[in-house]
């Protein structure tokens, strides 16, 4: 008997409990961020952290961050008009931003020209942005 075997894919990642909560209650999780430990506390911290990054991967800018361009139905019910709130999303949100550009980076690095790589974007990744990531990684500082 002759058993294919095959190569499981990853599926797009996304945040399961955020989707059940807003499916039932038809809300957003409400996010607090203290001003003493700088950082979302309660019950949705975690989850928070959690989402800001796929967000940051799927809908956010590449060669920067800005939280201003992030549609406002994949964001969490979170007061942006205070400081404290907005310098510690923006700072989680880079960081994100920074790790997710840094694997594309090593992900470029694997072809052995820009030619090449262009025609292997990266997952789920449109290919009119991995093309501008592809020229933002062939420049002459990241070699």
Known sequence: MLIATYKRK????????VIDYKAI?????RIEIHTKYARP???????????????AIQHGPLMGHDWSKVKDDDKFDIDMHLLHVKYIVDKILGEHLRGFRCFLNSNYKKFK???????????????????ACCDWFGREEFK
Request: no cysteine; net charge positive; hydrophobic share 30%.
């Open 10 to 17: 990853r599926r797009k990642a996304m945040n399961n409990k």
């Open 25 to 29: 209650t038809g809300q957003k999780p």
């Open 41 to 55: 506390v309660g019950r949705w911290g975690y989850q928070f952290f959690r989402e800001v990054g796929l967000i």
């Open 113 to 131: 020209n820009n030619g090449v790589a262009r025609r292997y974007p990266y997952g789920g990744l449109a290919q009119e942005k991995w093309d």
